[in-house]
């Protein structure tokens, strides 16, 4: 992750003992901004996060950070015992494409696809889709169908992901996808990169591959660790029956959530 800037929250409870509880946390920019930021004492750590993101106006390219330098990923977590927290501002833009960066810079907090039960039995967390571009606006996609040259990039249109996989160390790994959602008509199925966060280095991608069908791409898995039991995504265009490892069965799971509200 490259070096950006980090702001210190310093938090307090509320002197009022007739009101509602709360922990303020405030914050001081390196630029010499300040302001505070309050939350419920029963708030979660997602809640924090977007209250965070909400004040600051920094949208969903932040990260917060305990005071013991543990990542702040698990958004149902209980408010950490801390008074203190640094937020890092994301640097996506040395690895996303400039279309796909204007609609992370847009993005804002929001709930994901899929009810609490599905997501523990498939060990989710939130999974969404935050905006689209069309195809014509990332032709060096690396990853492209062939056809789409021949239809001068005319068809289709990238969705701008948010997946999260739970592993099986219980840690809460937020991935960024850039996925094409190819087009029935040709028999054509997904394709795009992923990006792991908050480092945002491309971890692999999914390709189009056979009638209406996608199979994983995978680089890099060394920060995974599987959970004891994902069941099988039996989604084609997520990839699901091509999967060849527990990550690339979970990363299905995760897209299939995004795109389609479940998972078949």
Not at 46 to 55: A, K, M, T
Request: charged share 20%.
């Amino acid at each position: 992750l490259a070096q950006e800037p980090q702001h210190r929250f310093e938090g307090r409870q509320s002197e009022n003992p007739m009101a509602e509880a709360t922990r303020t946390f405030q914050v001081s920019t390196l630029a010499g901004r300040t302001f505070d930021i309050s939350v419920p004492d029963g708030s979660t750590v997602g809640e924090l996060w977007e209250e965070s993101s909400r004040v600051a106006g920094l949208g969903i390219l932040v990260v917060l950070v305990s005071e013991e330098g543990a990542r702040l990923d698990n958004p149902s977590a209980a408010l950490p015992a801390g008074s203190q927290l640094s937020i890092i501002v994301e640097n996506p833009e040395s690895t996303v494409c400039q279309a796909a960066l204007e609609v992370l810079r847009k993005a804002k907090p929001g709930a994901g696809m899929g009810s609490a039960d599905v997501l523990q039995r498939y060990c989710l967390g939130r999974c969404r889709m935050m905006g689209s571009f069309p195809t014509k606006l990332w032709m060096e996609d690396p990853r492209i169908a062939d056809f789409m040259e021949y239809h001068n990039y005319s068809l289709c249109e990238y969705e701008v992901l948010e997946l999260t996989l739970i592993d099986g160390a219980g840690r809460h790994h937020q991935l960024i996808g850039v996925i094409n959602s190819g087009d029935s008509d040709c028999n054509i199925g997904f394709w795009g990169p992923i990006y792991l966060r908050p480092s945002f280095k491309e971890v692999g991608g999914i390709l189009s591959y056979g009638d209406t069908e996608s199979k994983w791409d995978i680089t890099d898995a060394s920060w995974y660790k599987a959970p004891a039991s994902v069941p099988p995504c039996n989604s084609k265009l997520s990839g699901g029956p091509n999967a060849q490892s527990p990550l690339e069965n979970h990363l299905s799971c995760a897209l299939s959530m995004a795109f389609f509200g479940g998972i078949d």
